[in-house]
């Protein structure tokens, strides 16, 4: 492993932080949210108040039989934040460490992702408590078909419409679809879930779309200038941190697309390569191993190791709260991509974005997944199957707009932030802290005005 050197700064002074930083993803969003809300001027008080909070939580408990012959009890959540812009969605994830919070945070960041990559959705997200590593597929699927059940019309093809994220996949999908239809037969309830297998109404490219969004959005940021000196992916080194759904494929399309994968990961670790990691084998070794780690030709390294790697683009695309104030002194990334949701702190935020390293954030880089759910919608809905080209070449219109709106948006506050200070000012607003904004708020500000105009456009019932 080479001795690690940033290329676009000096080297990064030691953050300490001083006092324990609220990991809590809900306050993390809801702190994402405040500060965008004060480059919006405009927005009356009460409006604020009502796209910060979700709309209702829903929780339910439910028992299942296990492998072992003993029944165990499991807790479930869906989270409706927003139906302003259209019926909620949102992934369904199953994991240890689900919280209610998790969930809040998840769902107001669908909320704000739709309307950055302007689908015509609001936000929601679920989960269930469990670590399927320790079940069998058949206790996966008795908890699949009790959560489905016991959240009832809490879901609909029209209301709420759930598809994969973490530990879920396309056969949970068809198994969510199988267990709604058989509660609502001889109806068209197709369109109640997204994310399902290509032969049962799933879109083709709807696997690859969050990785594939998210390379459209890389390389139109870049072609921007968004990162001095690297226009394009040819020969760029990449870190990809998580190697499944998303990040397997987003190692595999950058790749693909020219730049060398010097370092990959998963929940037991990384594994490096200065000459690059072929994708397609790591997926074969985690495939018959259960982990990338091992991969013949390469160097371990732990998750904090990876983090490090300088490279020119880093890819977290794992789990919430992976770069923070204690290890953001330590990344030595030029760009970071976030096809995982959450993965940056607001205090890592600042860090990085003071020493001149941008952050695509979450809620543009990993929006592909939620364009061509909503492309698996429409399709559900008119009976049509669209080919491949055609999705793909609608996801690049929709992720190259919505990566020049937020890109543009970050020049406007910028430039008219005198005005916007001044209005501040004139209204009573503090306005210490203002400043010039990243990516991120960018991208909330964005988002909040579009959820905000149709808001006021419906009019608050009644
Ligand atoms: P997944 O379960 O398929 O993969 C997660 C991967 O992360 C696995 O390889 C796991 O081993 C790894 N991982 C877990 N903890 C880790 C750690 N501490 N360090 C390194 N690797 C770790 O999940 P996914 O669907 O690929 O989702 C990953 C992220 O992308 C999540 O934040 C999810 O919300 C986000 N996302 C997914 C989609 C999608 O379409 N699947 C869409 C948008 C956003």
Same mark, same amino acid.
């Given at each position: 492993?080479?001795?690690?050197?940033?290329?676009?700064?000096?080297?990064?002074?030691?953050?300490?932080?001083?006092?324990?930083?609220?990991?809590?993803?809900?306050? @993390?969003?809801?702190?994402?949210?405040?500060?965008?809300?004060?480059? @919006?001027?405009?927005?009356?008080?009460?409006?604020?108040?009502?796209?910060?909070?979700?709309?209702?939580?829903?929780?339910?408990?439910?028992?299942?039989?296990?492998?072992?012959?003993?029944?165990?009890?499991?807790?479930?959540?869906?989270?409706?934040?927003?139906?302003?812009?259209?019926?909620?969605?949102?992934?369904?994830?199953?994991?240890?460490?689900?919280?209610?919070?998790?969930?809040?945070?998840?769902?107001?960041?669908?909320?704000?992702?739709?309307?950055?990559?302007?689908?015509?959705?609001?936000?929601?997200?679920?989960?269930?408590?469990?670590?399927?590593?320790?079940?069998?597929?058949?206790?996966?699927?008795?908890?699949?078909?009790?959560?489905?059940?016991?959240?009832?019309?809490?879901?609909?093809?029209?209301?709420?419409?759930?598809?994969?994220?973490?530990?879920?996949?396309?056969?949970?999908?068809?198994?969510?679809?199988?267990?709604?239809?058989?509660?609502?037969?001889?109806?068209?309830?197709?369109?109640?879930?997204?994310?399902?297998?290509?032969?049962?109404?799933?879109?083709?490219?709807?696997?690859?779309?969050?990785?594939?969004?998210?390379?459209?959005?890389?390389?139109?940021?870049?072609?921007?200038?968004?990162?001095?000196?690297?226009?394009?992916?040819?020969?760029?080194?990449?870190?990809?941190?998580?190697?499944?759904?998303?990040?397997?494929?987003?190692?595999?399309?950058?790749?693909?697309?020219?730049?060398?994968?010097?370092?990959?990961?998963?929940?037991?670790?990384?594994?490096?390569?200065?000459?690059?990691?072929?994708?397609?084998?790591?997926?074969?070794?985690?495939?018959?191993?259960?982990?990338?780690?091992?991969?013949?030709?390469?160097?371990?390294?732990?998750?904090?190791?990876?983090?490090?790697?300088?490279?020119?683009?880093?890819?977290?695309?794992?789990?919430?709260?992976?770069?923070?104030?204690?290890?953001?002194?330590?990344?030595?990334?030029?760009?970071?991509?976030?096809?995982?949701?959450?993965?940056?702190?607001?205090?890592?935020?600042?860090?990085?974005?003071?020493?001149?390293?941008?952050?695509?954030?979450?809620?543009?880089?990993?929006?592909?997944?939620?364009?061509?759910?909503?492309?698996?919608?429409?399709?559900?809905?008119?009976?049509?199957?669209?080919?491949?080209?055609?999705?793909?070449?609608?996801?690049?219109?929709?992720?190259?707009?919505?990566?020049?709106?937020?890109?543009?948006?970050?020049?406007?506050?910028?430039?008219?932030?005198?005005?916007?200070?001044?209005?501040?000012?004139?209204?009573?607003?503090?306005?210490?802290?203002?400043?010039?904004?990243?990516?991120?708020?960018?991208?909330?500000?964005?988002?909040?005005?579009?959820?905000?105009?149709?808001?006021?456009?419906?009019?608050?019932?009644?």
């Amino acid at each position: 492993m080479p001795k690690m050197k940033t290329k676009n700064s000096a080297p990064p002074a030691e953050t300490v932080p001083e006092v324990q930083e609220d990991l809590n993803p809900f306050h @993390i969003a809801q702190r994402q949210f405040d500060t965008a809300v004060r480059y @919006i001027p405009d927005l009356k008080t009460g409006l604020v108040d009502f796209l910060k909070q979700p709309d209702r939580m829903v929780t339910v408990e439910f028992p299942i039989e296990t492998h072992d012959g003993s029944v165990r009890n499991f807790v479930g959540y869906r989270v409706l934040h927003s139906r302003i812009r259209g019926p909620g969605k949102g992934g369904i994830r199953y994991h240890p460490d689900v919280t209610p919070d998790e969930m809040r945070a998840l769902a107001s960041w669908m909320t704000w992702k739709c309307a950055v990559v302007d689908v015509p959705f609001g936000g929601a997200k679920g989960g269930v408590v469990c670590n399927p590593k320790e079940l069998t597929k058949g206790d996966v699927r008795r908890i699949t078909r009790r959560f489905i059940t016991a959240l009832g019309d809490n879901i609909g093809p029209h209301t709420d419409i759930p598809a994969p994220d973490v530990n879920t996949n396309a056969g949970t999908m068809a198994r969510i679809y199988d267990t709604y239809d058989m509660m609502h037969p001889g109806r068209d309830n197709l369109p109640v879930v997204t994310g399902k297998p290509v032969e049962m109404g799933g879109s083709l490219g709807r696997r690859e779309a969050t990785a594939r969004g998210c390379l459209f959005a890389v390389q139109r940021a870049l072609a921007r200038g968004v990162v001095d000196g690297l226009d394009t992916l040819s020969g760029a080194t990449v870190v990809v941190q998580g190697f499944g759904n998303a990040g397997a494929i987003a190692a595999e399309l950058f790749a693909e697309a020219g730049a060398r994968v010097i370092a990959v990961s998963d929940s037991l670790g990384g594994i490096y390569r200065a000459e690059g990691v072929d994708p397609a084998q790591a997926v074969a070794h985690k495939a018959d191993n259960g982990s990338v780690v091992g991969l013949p030709s390469t160097e371990t390294l732990t998750n904090d190791g990876l983090l490090a790697i300088p490279c020119d683009i880093l890819i977290p695309a794992a789990l919430e709260n992976q770069i923070r104030a204690d290890n953001v002194h330590t990344i030595q990334a030029r760009f970071i991509a976030e096809v995982a949701n959450g993965p940056t702190t607001p205090s890592a935020d600042r860090a990085l974005f003071e020493r001149g390293i941008p952050v695509l954030p979450d809620i543009l880089a990993n929006a592909g997944g939620v364009t061509v759910s909503y492309f698996e919608w429409v399709q559900n809905i008119e009976h049509e199957q669209w080919e491949l080209d055609v999705v793909n070449r609608k996801l690049l219109a929709k992720m190259e707009r919505a990566t020049d709106a937020v890109i543009d948006m970050q020049h406007d506050i910028d430039s008219s932030l005198v005005k916007i200070t001044g209005e501040h000012a004139a209204r009573g607003v503090p306005i210490d802290g203002l400043g010039m904004v990243d990516l991120r708020t960018a991208a909330y500000v964005l988002a909040i005005k579009r959820v905000a105009k149709v808001a006021l456009e419906r009019g608050i019932w009644p």
